[in-house]
């Protein structure tokens, strides 16, 4: 049973900065892959930001590129976003995602096998 459990949400002004974890525990194996999404009221799960296990590929969605960075500890099997620069247009819930296969970039939720419960990440302006 693969589990991913987020942490670092909340809420912080425009122009501030977040940092959110996720941790990923169980068979995950060692070709695995993780992402970021997010969702806000009344619109679509969007992809946020991909790495794949060793780290050396990742990509970003256009909105965020320059403003966030995702990371990877692979002795904790944990990714982070580091999201600075925030905008009031970037509150939403934002989930964690892996998938066991690495299959090039993913950016569609449907290629995600595991989710984590989402965090909340309110931008006042």
């Known amino acids: 049973q693969v589990r991913l459990v987020e942490s670092g949400g909340g809420l912080v002004q425009a122009g501030g900065s977040l940092r959110l974890s996720c941790a990923a525990s169980?068979?995950?194996?060692?070709?695995?892959?993780m992402a970021w999404f997010r969702q806000a009221p009344g619109k679509e799960r969007e992809f946020v930001a991909f790495t794949n296990w060793s780290g050396g590929t990742k990509d970003y969605a256009a909105s965020v590129k320059g403003r966030f960075t995702i990371s990877k500890d692979n002795a904790n099997n944990t990714v982070h976003l580091q999201m600075n620069s925030l905008k009031p247009e970037d509150t939403a819930a934002y989930y964690c995602?892996?998938?066991?296969?690495?299959?090039?970039?993913?950016?569609?939720?449907?290629?995600?096998?595991?989710w984590g419960q989402g965090t909340q990440v309110t931008v006042s302006s």
């Open positions: 169980g068979r995950i194996g060692r070709n695995y892959c």
């Open positions: 995602a892996l998938t066991l296969i690495y299959r090039g970039v993913l950016k569609t939720s449907r290629e995600y096998d595991y």
